[in-house]
């Protein structure tokens, strides 16, 4: 055997220890419930610390990407044979069901490792205070939030209690604290301000998260934060710190008059701050007509869900985290195709809002939105021309996404996210892999 072979089956056999480990946890947490009497959310809460702590020794054990991807796909396995009818309600499903709220926490959690796991670069701190703020600070707002939350406040799941909020903050601050002294060389002043940042947007967004999904927004968040502003000056720190409040100030300010709930405005200033702090500033600028796009649609022409705006932001969200790891994960860049994806879906709403006798306007709209496609990306230097110019796509793409809501808005009242992202990535991910189908073909 070769010492290859035998590295590789070590890691399959750690892969297997650590699916069997949580099952030992599940069954262990459905043990507790049985003999000790603990609740549903202590199930879900103890089965996502163990989680998030056993994933901290995942750069220690695995050099190569390719054990955790295995990890992953194994454990959305067993996840979700877990969540069959047959399995939800009864043994080790119940530790991880028993909520009567509908939540995919788990799924969004393994995802959250992966990315983080692969996006780290070899930096402690860019993996570890992600998920200790998921395992510590998470858990010790739903345990005080349930024991002794009174200020409670809604959520589209839910509801959620200034106490476990409060409770959020604090345990993560002690953590940033500790994890930016121990694995950073950064001043203590710096440490001090930027361990009050990370704590508090990251209770920011667990507090504005929904259906499980600060499980994936609180780790990603917190990294992206710390990824962008770890080496920041002071000056630097204090003022993005500020920008951020003044941001969300105006937000809340104007949320009534956009017809936003307080929830959806704070979610949103959240999205355009940190897509600013991933990319240049004028990258949000697409995101941020879509999203006002979505909001005429959605005053002129509602859609089934209960709850549009916050499922438009969390589709933004992991349509833009997608790009991310494409454009990361195989290169080149595909921040322009990123910019096109939304400029079609800023068309697509725009379609919907239009009544039928002023469907006209959408041509010169969309024409101005292929023009801030053109305009952000003459400033995306590094970005490829995707095939010697970038018009006639945009053109394309654009007509695409908005023909169906033009010809048929009244097909778009269920599933509406669904069918205009979808029709929206068409064109650029057509692109992106002819693209590298060109490359490869020539390289050979």
């Given at each position: 055997m070769t010492p290859e072979t035998a590295l590789a089956l070590r890691h399959v056999g750690l892969v297997l220890s650590f699916i069997l480990a949580l099952l030992g946890v599940l069954?262990?947490?459905?043990?507790?419930?049985?003999?000790?009497g603990l609740g549903p959310e202590g199930q879900r809460k103890l089965a996502h610390m163990a989680a998030g702590l056993s994933a901290l020794a995942l750069p220690m054990l695995f050099r190569e990407p390719w054990p955790v991807m295995l990890l992953m796909g194994l454990s959305l396995l067993v996840l979700g044979v877990l969540r069959l009818p047959a399995l939800r309600r009864r043994g080790l499903g119940a530790a991880l069901h028993g909520v009567e709220r509908q939540s995919f926490g788990?799924?969004?959690?393994?995802?959250a490792v992966g990315f983080l796991f692969l996006r780290s670069g070899g930096e402690?701190?860019?993996?570890?205070?992600?998920?200790?703020?998921?395992?510590?600070?998470?858990?010790?707002?739903?345990?005080?939030?349930?024991?002794?939350?009174r200020s409670r406040f809604a959520v589209a799941s839910g509801e959620k209690s200034l106490e476990g909020v409060t409770a959020f903050f604090i345990v993560a601050f002690l953590v940033s604290m500790i994890a930016l002294l121990l694995l950073t060389d950064i001043p203590r002043p710096a440490v001090i301000l930027l361990g009050l940042m990370t704590a508090a947007f990251a209770a920011l967004v667990e507090a504005d998260s929904w259906r499980g999904l600060d499980?994936?927004?609180?780790?990603?968040?917190?990294?992206?934060?710390?990824a962008s502003y770890l080496d920041a000056p002071l000056a630097e720190l204090a003022a993005m710190a500020g920008i951020f409040l003044i941001a969300l100030w105006a937000a809340l300010r104007l949320a009534p008059r956009l017809g936003l709930s307080d929830h959806a405005a704070r979610a949103a200033t959240v999205l355009i701050f940190l897509v600013c702090a991933v990319t240049?500033?004028?990258?949000?600028?697409?995101?941020?007509?879509?999203?006002?796009?979505?909001?005429?649609?959605?005053?002129?022409?509602?859609?089934?869900?209960?709850f549009p705006d916050l499922d438009f932001l969390a589709a933004t969200a992991l349509v833009s985290l997608l790009w991310l790891g494409v454009g990361e994960g195989f290169g080149p860049t595909a921040i322009n195709l990123y910019g096109l994806t939304f400029a079609g879906i800023a068309a697509a709403h725009l379609a919907l809002a239009l009544p039928r006798r002023r469907r006209w306007i959408w041509i010169p709209a969309a024409a101005a939105l292929g023009g801030a496609v053109w305009l952000v990306a003459r400033g995306n230097v590094h970005s490829p021309d995707w095939g010697g110019g970038f018009a006639p796509w945009i053109a394309l793409s654009l007509l695409l996404a908005g023909a169906g809501p033009l010809w048929?808005?009244?097909?778009?009242?269920?599933?509406?996210?669904a069918k205009i992202f979808a029709a929206?990535?068409?064109?650029?991910?057509?692109?992106?892999?002819a693209w590298h189908l060109m490359r490869g073909g020539l390289a050979a």
């Open positions: 069954g262990f947490a459905r043990w507790l419930a049985e003999r000790e788990e799924i969004w959690l393994i995802l402690p701190i860019l993996y570890a205070l992600p998920l200790l703020l998921l395992a510590l600070a998470d858990a010790a707002a739903a345990l005080v939030g349930s024991a002794y939350g499980n994936l927004f609180v780790p990603v968040g917190a990294h992206f934060l710390l240049k500033a004028q990258n949000a600028l697409l995101p941020a007509l879509a999203i006002l796009a979505h909001l005429a649609a959605r005053r002129t022409r509602p859609d089934s869900s209960p048929r808005p009244e097909s778009y009242e269920t599933w509406r996210r929206a990535l068409i064109v650029p991910a057509g692109l992106y892999a």
